[in-house]
């Protein structure tokens, strides 16, 4: 059993950055992945990066590369989302999930609540 508690959310204009944090505690050991996913108002969760907790690999989905940037302190159980240049249509909840791989299609069997994040223009 892990434990998710995401922070970090807020209301930013756009151009600018938040960083969201998810902590994880319970049987950390046994993690394999993060991922981050949001959730906008009438539309589907929506899968964004994952990052291995052991080793180095990470994935992205083409719409955040080079504007989101994922990363991880397993000294703290904690892993991050850097977002910059946000824009309003990032507007969502977003959440993290301990996963069984990288991949977008991979099993995410464990979630935190969410934090929201307001872009406005």
């Known amino acids: 059993q892990v434990q998710l508690v995401e922070s970090g959310g807020g209301l930013v204009q756009a151009g600018g950055s938040l960083r969201l944090s998810c902590a994880a505690s319970?049987?950390?050991?046994?993690?394999?992945?993060v991922g981050w996913f949001r959730q906008a108002p009438g539309k589907e969760r929506e899968f964004l990066a994952a990052i291995s907790w052991h080793g180095s690999g990470t994935n992205y989905i083409d719409s955040v590369k080079g504007r989101f940037t994922i990363s991880r302190d397993n000294a703290k159980n904690t892993a991050y989302l850097q977002m910059n240049s946000l824009k309003p249509e990032d507007t969502a909840i977003y959440y993290c999930?301990?996963?069984?791989?990288?991949?977008?299609?991979?099993?995410?069997?464990?979630w935190g609540q969410g934090t929201q994040v307001t872009v406005s223009s």
């Open positions: 319970g049987r950390t050991g046994s993690l394999y992945a």
């Open positions: 999930a301990a996963g069984h791989g990288l991949a977008e299609g991979d099993l995410y069997d464990f």
